[in-house]
C-alpha cells in the first residue's frame, strides 16, 4: 500500500512540473534540456522537433555554399539557437519554426 501512494505521488508530482523548457542559462543546460525533451517525446513528436530544430537553424539561409561554410551547421544543437527557443516547451518550438518559416527557406517536413 505505501508503495501504491508512493508511485502515485512521483507520477502526480511529475505531471505537475509541466512539459519540460528549455534552460537557456547555457550552452550546456540549453542542450541537457533538449535531450531530456527528446526523451519524452514519442518517435513520431521527436521527428517534428528535430526538424524544427533544422527549420530554425536553416532559417534565413539561401543556399548550400552558406550551410557547408559556415561551421554552426556542423554540429547543429540547442545551443545555436538556444537565445530563440529559451524557456519554450516541445510543442512551443515546433509551432515557433512555422512561424518563423519565411518563402525560399528550405523545407524541413
Same mark, same amino acid.
Given at each position: 500500500? #505505501?508503495?501504491?501512494?508512493?508511485?502515485?505521488?512521483?507520477?502526480?508530482?511529475?505531471? !505537475?512540473?509541466?512539459?519540460?523548457?528549455?534552460?537557456?542559462?547555457?550552452?550546456? !543546460? @540549453?542542450?541537457?534540456?533538449?535531450?531530456?525533451?527528446?526523451?519524452?517525446? =514519442?518517435?513520431?513528436?521527436?521527428?517534428?522537433?528535430?526538424? @524544427?530544430?533544422?527549420?530554425?537553424?536553416?532559417?534565413?539561409?539561401?543556399? @548550400?555554399?552558406? #550551410?557547408?561554410?559556415? =561551421?554552426?551547421?556542423?554540429?547543429?544543437? !540547442?545551443?545555436?539557437?538556444?537565445?530563440?527557443? !529559451?524557456?519554450?516547451?516541445?510543442?512551443?518550438?515546433?509551432?515557433? @519554426?512555422?512561424?518563423?518559416?519565411? =518563402?525560399?527557406?528550405?523545407?524541413?517536413?
Amino acid at each position: 500500500m #505505501v508503495f501504491l501512494f508512493a508511485t502515485v505521488c512521483l507520477a502526480v508530482g511529475a505531471h !505537475a512540473q509541466g512539459p519540460i523548457r528549455i534552460d537557456g542559462s547555457s550552452d550546456s !543546460a @540549453a542542450n541537457e534540456s533538449f535531450k531530456r525533451m527528446l526523451a519524452q517525446l =514519442p518517435t513520431d513528436r521527436q521527428r517534428k522537433l528535430l526538424s @524544427a530544430l533544422v527549420q530554425l537553424y536553416v532559417s534565413g539561409v539561401h543556399s @548550400a555554399y552558406e #550551410v557547408v561554410d559556415n =561551421p554552426k551547421f556542423q554540429n547543429m544543437s !540547442a545551443a545555436g539557437v538556444k537565445d530563440k527557443i !529559451a524557456g519554450m516547451t516541445a510543442d512551443e518550438i515546433v509551432e515557433y @519554426a512555422k512561424q518563423s518559416h519565411k =518563402p525560399g527557406d528550405p523545407k524541413t517536413e
